[in-house]
């Protein structure tokens, strides 16, 4: 009897997640396109705040569009800020008629916040809702910016990872991955053999340089993004200038407190300073990560590195699986470590990052990476913007609940994001991603389908941005 209560359940279960689009992750991230989403565009999704601007809810299909039978009312409600400008009251219906197939509405988006559209229809004296629409505005500094999605901490076959270089860059665009980085250990060559791969494959994935650098006798990982050179290539062959260097910062740096290992630091300034001056961004990585049964930052060594912010980025989440998370949820620790020391004033730049080492095995990538606000998604614009605090971490644990961390005003905004905008640009990326992981493969004529496909994402961005006519 247990079995066949257990069998039932099971069953049970697989038809629920048959029916219900929130227990069947479509997507590599786990994220979901609501029915809305689906079944009607809504143009434009974000608008610039305390301004007049024209959205158009358009049909796509016909079980979606009005019918001359059926009259349709409006409830809209701003989530944080009341309307002050036009009077108009949350929570209160109005009329509303469609124009051309299509709804149209004009009003004054107060403040940066998100909006809530709800329609619905009376036909026959039956009532339903025909859809629960979202639009977000926000202030001019971060209306002339996109958000750009990375994961610039990767391991190939080339250090302790499963699969190729091209592989991986294939499979970071089928995950919705706007820009990666490989950052083999001791091995920086690992993105430029992915961009070698598809120098002729017309691609709008961006793939930089990327590293984690382990200086000799130093426990500290450090991960160089975007530096036009290798790191490790400074001591592979020969540590003398490396160890005179690192002695005479010993001697010429600061005091340190009681309990921090005085090379370990210098070793790190060390390594910042080398990958600066090759035009990269150094990120601390996963200071709670446990190794040899303790965790892999010293706590008066962390100490001085918040302090001093000897370090461009702080790997805020770290692509934990499901189960590591469970045995220790590394993650948490990282964040209230963040969130204390912002407290205290300190000026912190995030990222999150899957350190995947199998792509196909992980169930981390794909849910762990770094929103970049930025004006391009040009190395030079995602490295300023991570480094000017315009940059989010985020995470979503075996799939379910994704959720951003860093600066609040960000959050708001990824968390909209996330819901109303990455589904739809990810389901797009996932074919590019499929295609390139065959051109890899040897498929010549992935090309030809590849260039087809090229510049769907940034058109995306354009439609969800332009304004309406009015």
Same mark, same amino acid.
Request: glycine share 6%; with cysteine.
């Given at each position: 009897?247990?079995?066949?209560? &257990?069998?039932?359940?099971?069953?049970?279960?697989?038809?629920?997640?048959?029916?219900?689009?929130?227990?069947?992750?479509?997507?590599?991230?786990?994220?979901?396109?609501?029915?809305?989403?689906? !079944?009607?565009?809504?143009?434009?999704?974000?608008?610039?705040?305390?301004?007049?601007?024209?959205?158009?809810?358009?049909?796509?299909?016909?079980?979606?569009?009005?019918?001359?039978?059926?009259?349709?009312?409006?409830?809209?409600?701003?989530?944080?800020?009341?309307?002050?400008?036009?009077?108009?009251?949350?929570?209160?219906?109005?009329?509303?008629?469609?124009?051309?197939?299509?709804?149209?509405?004009?009003?004054?988006?107060? *403040?940066?916040?998100?909006?809530?559209?709800?329609?619905? =229809?009376?036909?026959?004296?039956?009532?339903?809702?025909?859809?629960? &629409?979202?639009? !977000? *505005?926000?202030?001019?500094?971060?209306?002339?910016?996109?958000? !750009?999605?990375?994961?610039?901490?990767?391991?190939?076959?080339?250090?302790? +990872?499963?699969?190729?270089?091209?592989?991986?860059?294939?499979?970071?665009?089928?995950?919705?991955?706007?820009?990666?980085?490989?950052?083999?250990?001791?091995?920086?060559?690992?993105?430029?053999?992915?961009?070698? %791969?598809?120098?002729?494959?017309?691609?709008?994935?961006?793939?930089?340089?990327?590293?984690?650098?382990?200086?000799?006798?130093?426990?500290?990982?450090?991960? =160089?993004?975007? %530096?036009?050179?290798?790191?490790?290539?400074?001591?592979?062959?020969?540590?003398?200038?490396?160890?005179? $260097?690192?002695?005479?910062?010993?001697? *010429?740096?600061? #005091?340190?407190? #009681?309990?921090?290992?005085?090379?370990?630091?210098?070793?790190?300034?060390?390594?910042?300073?080398?990958?600066?001056?090759?035009?990269?961004?150094?990120?601390?990585?996963?200071?709670?990560?446990?190794?040899?049964?303790?965790?892999?930052?010293?706590?008066?060594?962390?100490?001085?590195?918040?302090?001093?912010?000897?370090?461009?980025?702080?790997?805020?989440?770290?692509?934990? +699986?499901?189960?590591?998370?469970?045995?220790?949820?590394?993650?948490?620790?990282?964040?209230?470590?963040?969130?204390?020391?912002?407290?205290?004033?300190?000026?912190?730049?995030?990222?999150?990052? *899957?350190?995947?080492?199998?792509? $196909?095995? =992980?169930?981390?990538?794909?849910?762990?990476?770094?929103?970049?606000?930025?004006?391009?998604?040009?190395? #030079?614009?995602?490295?300023?913007?991570?480094?000017?605090?315009? =940059?989010?971490?985020?995470?979503?644990?075996?799939?379910?609940?994704?959720?951003?961390?860093?600066?609040?005003?960000?959050?708001?905004?990824?968390?909209?994001?996330?819901?109303?905008?990455?589904?739809?640009?990810?389901?797009?990326?996932?074919?590019? +991603?499929?295609?390139?992981?065959?051109?890899?493969?040897?498929?010549?004529?992935? %090309?030809?389908?590849?260039?087809?496909?090229?510049?769907?994402?940034?058109?995306?961005?354009?439609?969800?941005?332009?304004?309406?006519?009015?």
């Amino acid at each position: 009897m247990k079995h066949l209560c &257990f069998a039932v359940v099971i069953i049970s279960l697989s038809l629920m997640a048959a029916a219900n689009p929130l227990l069947c992750p479509e997507l590599p991230s786990g994220a979901q396109i609501r029915p809305e989403n689906r !079944y009607f565009e809504v143009l434009p999704r974000i608008v610039p705040a305390n301004r007049e601007s024209v959205i158009e809810i358009v049909p796509l299909f016909d079980h979606a569009r009005p019918s001359e039978n059926c009259a349709y009312e409006l409830t809209y409600a701003p989530m944080e800020y009341p309307k002050q400008q036009d009077g108009w009251e949350p929570g209160k219906k109005m009329a509303i008629v469609p124009e051309n197939g299509r709804f149209r509405i004009t009003t004054f988006f107060e *403040s940066e916040q998100e909006h809530t559209f709800i329609i619905e =229809s009376t036909c026959d004296d039956k009532k339903k809702t025909v859809g629960n &629409f979202r639009v !977000y *505005s926000v202030e001019e500094d971060l209306y002339k910016l996109r958000p !750009y999605k990375g994961d610039f901490h990767m391991h190939s076959h080339r250090s302790d +990872g499963i699969e190729s270089p091209a592989y991986v860059a294939g499979a970071c665009r089928r995950a919705g991955l706007h820009f990666m980085a490989l950052s083999d250990h001791r091995w920086h060559d690992g993105s430029m053999e992915a961009h070698r %791969a598809y120098a002729d494959a017309p691609i709008d994935l961006r793939i930089y340089p990327g590293e984690e650098v382990h200086t000799p006798d130093n426990p500290i990982h450090i991960l =160089s993004f975007g %530096a036009n050179e290798g790191i490790t290539e400074l001591y592979r062959d020969d540590e003398t200038q490396y160890r005179a $260097e690192v002695a005479a910062l010993m001697e *010429s740096l600061p #005091p340190t407190p #009681p309990g921090v290992n005085r090379f370990h630091y210098a070793a790190c300034v060390w390594a910042v300073k080398q990958i600066r001056d090759r035009n990269g961004m150094a990120m601390l990585c996963h200071p709670y990560w446990i190794t040899r049964n303790r965790h892999n930052v010293e706590e008066p060594l962390l100490n001085l590195f918040f302090e001093r912010e000897v370090f461009d980025a702080l790997e805020l989440i770290s692509g934990f +699986g499901w189960e590591s998370l469970h045995a220790m949820d590394v993650n948490a620790l990282q964040v209230a470590r963040y969130l204390e020391e912002r407290a205290k004033g300190r000026r912190i730049a995030v990222c999150g990052i *899957s350190d995947t080492h199998g792509h $196909e095995r =992980s169930d981390a990538f794909g849910r762990y990476f770094t929103v970049c606000f930025a004006p391009s998604p040009d190395l #030079p614009d995602l490295i300023a913007a991570i480094k000017d605090l315009r =940059s989010v971490a985020v995470e979503s644990p075996a799939g379910t609940l994704p959720r951003a961390y860093g600066p609040f005003r960000l959050v708001k905004f990824t968390q909209y994001l996330l819901r109303e905008v990455l589904p739809q640009h990810d389901e797009l990326c996932f074919e590019e +991603g499929r295609l390139m992981i065959q051109y890899a493969a040897g498929d010549t004529t992935a %090309a030809q389908r590849l260039k087809q496909l090229q510049g769907q994402t940034a058109r995306l961005y354009d439609r969800y941005w332009t304004p309406v006519a009015k």
